[in-house]
T-cell receptor, first 114, second 116 residues
Framework: KAGVTQTPRYLIKTRGQQVTLSCSPISGHRSVSWYQQTPGQGLQFLFEYFSETQRNKGNFPGRFSGRQFSNSRSEMNVSTLELGDSALYLCASSIGPAGNTEAFFGQGTRLTVV | DQQVKQNSPSLSVQEGRISILNCDYT??????FLWYKKYPAEGPTFLIS?????DKNEDGRFTVFLNKSAKHLSLHIVPSQPGDSAVYFC???????????????FGKGTKLSVKP
């Protein structure tokens, strides 16, 4: 079955702009989580959505937001971009919050802010 | 403060030998642990997991050991192969921590190099 799909793969934006990243989870998966990966901080949790509801949020400013649609697809938005937002943004899907199951990651979106 | 720590940023091993990657955690509420492998320009790939009710889980060449009293887990790869060269991330998740299994807390990773 198809894996987690993230679009676009690469993005270059200017400081002050806003950006929207998209994630399509594995078919049948209802939970989508977003992570930011930077060389200095590693993988950091942004937020998790399940059935269109944000269930959990990491320690990121309000400029970072997200949403999930009824088909489980998710979008992440970053407003007023800063140079420090340059990172690899990863989306992970899992079946759901019931029980411990592994999360499957997409290839990520590489965002560069100039 | 880091709740999941991988203190070795890199590890070099000869092909055929054992690779041991270590991970420490501080939060006793974590009850599920996972290892992910990541190649450059790709997302992390799930490797193996262990529940806190177990102390060992084995899958082929990969074995994860959990020592709850020491809040320590390790990943053993035997025998190591050049294709195992990648960054390995340890992650923890607690059903009672944040109430969601989607919230994985990652270590900063250990870069494994397996030399032929």
């Amino acid at each position: 079955k198809a894996g987690v799909t993230q679009t676009p793969r690469y993005l270059i934006k200017t400081r002050g702009q806003q950006v929207t990243l998209s994630c399509s989870p594995i078919s049948g998966h209802r939970s989508v989580s977003w992570y930011q990966q930077t060389p200095g901080q590693g993988l950091q949790f942004l937020f998790e959505y399940f059935s269109e509801t944000q269930r959990n949020k990491g320690n990121f400013p309000g400029r970072f937001s997200g949403r999930q649609f009824s088909n489980s697809r998710s979008e992440m938005n970053v407003s007023t971009l800063e140079l420090g937002d340059s990172a690899l943004y990863l989306c992970a899907s899992s079946i759901g919050p019931a029980g411990n199951t592994e999360a499957f990651f997409g290839q990520g979106t590489r965002l560069t802010v100039v | 403060d880091q709740q999941v720590k991988q203190n070795s940023p890199s590890l070099s091993v000869q092909e055929g030998r054992i690779s041991i990657l270590n991970c420490d955690y501080t939060n006793s509420m974590f009850d599920y642990f996972l290892w992910y492998k990541k190649y450059p320009a790709e997302g992390p790939t799930f490797l193996i997991s262990i529940s806190s009710i177990k102390d060992k889980n084995e899958d082929g060449r990969f074995t994860v050991f959990l020592n709850k009293s020491a809040k320590h887990l390790s990943l053993h790869i035997v025998p190591s192969q050049p294709g195992d060269s990648a960054v390995y991330f340890c992650a923890a998740n607690g059903m009672n921590y944040g109430g969601s299994q989607g919230n994985l807390i990652f270590g900063k990773g250990t870069k494994l190099s397996v030399k032929p």
